[in-house]
């Protein structure tokens, strides 16, 4: 167990629909990552945000948002989702500093139908 | 831009045989990390190792050990006396520079070990 929970653990949706994926980092971590996993593209860096603001973006869709909360639990957005949406999504959080490596929580994984 | 490279896609073993794993990596960063993870079956990111780029110092633990070589930009993973549980799929990644941690990663190597 990584310490870092991730809710919901599946999420079946439609085209066009939205949705909220929650993430709760380890105790004591301030950075919080999102990545997508998906068969075509891999493991992809999404978003990270360090105590409440957003740090680096990576290759996140438009339609897609994020944000960390003050007790620095995360939410990604996803809206007018498309079947190529479909992915795992993770969370990944890493203490302060560089070069921390980043504990990852179980993932959701969203189907789009 | 940073690139991870594991050329091996998938690799198949018999118990205990030994088995290595290929990372190659190429940054125009002086300083960078580097991270093996591996993800079973059930999915999860189970984070292995950190090295430096400043450590090219091999390491072991247990049946894994690490040969990082800045000389060829690699950073290959053993496993000594394969197990059925070391069934999975593996990653190398490599961090970016400071003020940006995220991780890129390889496409990762699916390793299946027959008993």
């Known amino acids: 167990d990584s310490g870092v929970t991730q809710t919901p653990k599946h999420l079946i949706t439609a085209t066009g629909q939205r949705v909220t994926l929650r993430c709760s980092p380890r105790?004591?971590?301030?950075?919080v990552y999102w990545y997508q996993q998906s068969l075509d593209q891999g493991l992809q860096f999404l978003i990270q945000y360090y105590n409440g603001e957003e740090r680096a973006k990576g290759n996140i869709l438009e339609r897609f948002s994020a944000q960390q909360f003050p007790d620095l639990h995360s939410e990604l957005n996803l809206s007018s989702l498309e079947l190529g949406d479909s992915a795992l999504y993770f969370c990944a959080s890493s203490p302060q500093g560089s070069g921390y490596e980043q504990y990852f929580g179980p993932g959701t994984r969203l189907t789009v139908t | 831009a940073q690139k991870v490279t594991q050329a091996q896609t998938e690799i198949s073993v018999v118990e205990k045989e030994d088995v290595t794993l290929d990372c190659v990596y190429e940054t125009r960063d002086t300083t960078y990390y580097l991270f093996w993870y591996k993800q079973p079956p059930s999915g999860e990111l189970v984070f292995l190792i950190r090295r430096n780029s400043f450590d090219e110092q091999n390491e072991i633990s247990g049946r894994y050990s690490w040969n990082f070589q800045k000389s060829t930009s690699s950073f290959n993973f053993t496993i000594t006396a394969s197990q059925v549980v070391d069934s999975a799929v593996y990653f190398c990644a490599l961090s970016e520079p400071p003020g940006r941690r995220a991780l890129t990663f390889g496409s990762g190597t699916r390793l299946q070990v027959q008993p």
């Open positions: 105790s004591g971590d301030l950075s």
